[in-house]
């Protein structure tokens, strides 16, 4: 089974609103992270929000907020206010485990986002 | 803070020959560092986990004499790609973690390498 399920391969979004790019993953382990991160055509990965499985409240970094649901298994990432520099790769991922035992991430397949003018 | 640098950025090479990829932490220091591949269109694919002073674990699948991992300090891994083929053309990633934030371990990513052979 998939352990981290990105099902927008493509999303558009008009310049200035919001957007919600889905996640959902899988696991038994009771301790995970959740990651996302941003790649530009560039290729380089940016690290944007992280979620621990035990946080009690969303995680928020300026624009972007995580809509964690920890019973539906589902780690949405929201971006406010969308501007044309945010048009990129969004990445998805999970590290099983502790935090600070250097968990491994799985990603997703990738949500490819392109911010209409 | 929490810069990864990576180098060459890009490299062509011939058929058969080696490759060294540099992985370097610039202002912190990373006891885990982890490399990745990524072709094109995909997602990437962890291919082993390196950690300072001990041999790197490979994931199931990755040849680990052809892809050959050191990490020889807390700042510095390099991935070889030895006898280099064709199919090894891809875009390989890495990332560290930092040492010293315990909470949230994040991965912190190079801006990756474009490995094109002949």
């Known amino acids: 089974a998939q352990k981290i399920t990105q099902t927008q391969p493509g999303m558009f979004v008009q310049e200035k609103e919001a957007v919600t790019l889905d996640c959902t993953y899988d696991t038994s382990d009771p301790s995970y992270g959740l990651f996302w991160y941003k790649q530009p055509s560039s290729g380089e990965m940016i690290f944007l929000i992280y979620q621990g499985s035990y946080d009690q409240q969303n995680a928020t970094e300026g624009r972007y907020s995580l809509n964690f649901q920890k019973a539906r298994k589902s780690a949405n990432l929201v971006i406010s206010a969308s501007q044309l520099g945010d048009s990129a790769m969004y990445f998805c991922?999970?590290?099983?485990?502790?935090?600070?035992?250097?968990?491994?991430?799985?990603f997703g397949s990738g949500t490819q986002l392109t911010v209409l003018p | 803070g929490a810069v990864v640098s990576q180098h060459p950025s890009w490299v062509i090479c011939k058929s058969g020959t080696s490759v060294k990829i540099e992985c370097r932490s610039l202002d912190f220091q990373a006891t885990t560092m982890f490399w990745y591949r990524q072709f094109p269109k995909q997602s990437l694919m962890l291919m082993a986990t390196s950690n300072e002073g001990s041999k790197a674990t490979y994931e199931q699948g990755v040849e680990k004499d052809k892809f050959l991992i050191n990490h020889a300090s807390l700042t510095l891994s390099t991935l070889t790609v030895t006898s280099a083929h064709p199919e090894d053309s891809s875009f390989y990633i890495c990332?560290?973690?930092?040492?010293?934030?315990?909470?949230?371990?994040?991965?912190?990513f190079g801006p990756g390498t474009r490995l094109t052979v002949l």
């Open positions: 991922a999970m590290g099983e485990g502790l935090s600070g035992s250097a968990r491994q991430l799985t």
């Open positions: 990332s560290a973690r930092d040492l010293y934030r315990g909470i949230s371990d994040t991965q912190y």
